[in-house]
Structure formats: C-alpha cells, structure tokens
C-alpha cells in the first residue's frame, strides 16, 4: 500500500468505528479508533479491518467480558482494545 491508501484506510476504518450502528459501539470503538488507528501500522490495521466485520452485539460481549472472545480474534490491537475499554479520558 502507498502511504496515501494507508491514510485512506485510516479514516475509512475511523469513520466504520463510529457508524456502527448502536450507540454503545460507536463510543468504544470510535473513541478506540480515534486514539489509536492514526498510529496503525498496515498489519495492525488489517487486525482492526477484522475486528471490525464482525456484529455489534459480539463485539459488546466479548469487549465486556461477557463471551469468550474466540481464539481466532485475538490479535495485539483486540488486545489493546480490551486494555483501553474503561481508560478514562478528560
């Protein structure tokens, strides 16, 4: 990827984190997005690409502990993105 298609990609993703659908998800995928995907790199993007195809309702259970998240998910950022879930941010 050139550095213009990754830059297109990191908005792209921010903009998927915030229009999810449920207004849960906007605000801890959208806050995640914001903080972090700036400083993806293309793998850890793909990671996010990932995360972010599956349902509102999975990601919610699995973010809050309530579903094992499967093994095939997890990832470094699924990983930072439980870490970052109840960071506080002023």
């Known amino acids: 990827m050139t ?9 792209r993703l921010i903009y998927r984190s915030w229009h999810r659908g449920t207004r849960e998800m ?11 995907v700036p400083g993806f790199s293309e793998g850890e993007l793909a990671q996010f690409r990932q995360i972010l195809s599956h349902s509102d309702p999975d990601l919610y259970d699995w973010i809050m502990g309530k579903e094992m998240l499967p093994a095939n998910l997890a990832s470094p950022v699924f990983s930072c993105l439980l870490a970052c879930r109840f960071e506080k941010t002023d």
Do not use: Y
Not at 3 to 11: A, L, S
């Open 3 to 11: 550095v213009k298609d990754i830059e297109t990609e990191r908005k």
């Open 26 to 36: 906007d605000l801890l995928l959208g806050s995640f997005a914001d903080a972090h």
